[in-house]
């Protein structure tokens, strides 16, 4: 079992920076892939970034690449999401996830524990 919990969303203006993170517990932590997805209102979550549990490369929408930075810290049980260049069509509630398997996957569906969420609004 994995329990997530975000922190470090809120108001910000279009261009301006903020950095998400995700504190797990649970002792297979470091074996999970972690991914970061995001709903609008009235929109489908929709997947943000990923990452494999060595803490390699990251995976990102195209929306996002370039902009924001997914990492983690095994030792700490957490994940972070940095986010650079906000724009309006930023805002969102953000969502970390864990997936027991091996392979980096874009479906929500696929992960298998969520933290409650954190909003993130940018004012344009």
């Known amino acids: 079992q994995v329990q997530l919990v975000e922190s470090g969303g809120g108001l910000v203006q279009a261009g301006d920076s903020l950095r998400l993170s995700c504190a797990a517990s649970?002792?297979?932590?470091?074996?999970?892939?972690l991914g970061w997805f995001r709903q609008a209102p009235g929109k489908q979550r929709e997947f943000v970034a990923a990452i494999t549990w060595s803490g390699g490369s990251g995976y990102y929408a195209d929306s996002v690449k370039g902009r924001f930075t997914i990492s983690r810290d095994n030792a700490k049980n957490t994940v972070y999401l940095q986010m650079n260049s906000l724009k309006a069509e930023d805002t969102a509630v953000y969502y970390c996830?864990?997936?027991?398997?091996?392979?980096?996957?874009?479906?929500?569906?696929?992960?298998?524990?969520w933290g409650q969420g954190t909003q993130v609004t940018v004012s344009s």
């Open positions: 996830a864990a997936d027991r398997g091996i392979i980096v996957t874009t479906n929500h569906w696929e992960y298998d524990y």
């Open positions: 649970g002792r297979t932590f470091s074996s999970y892939v």
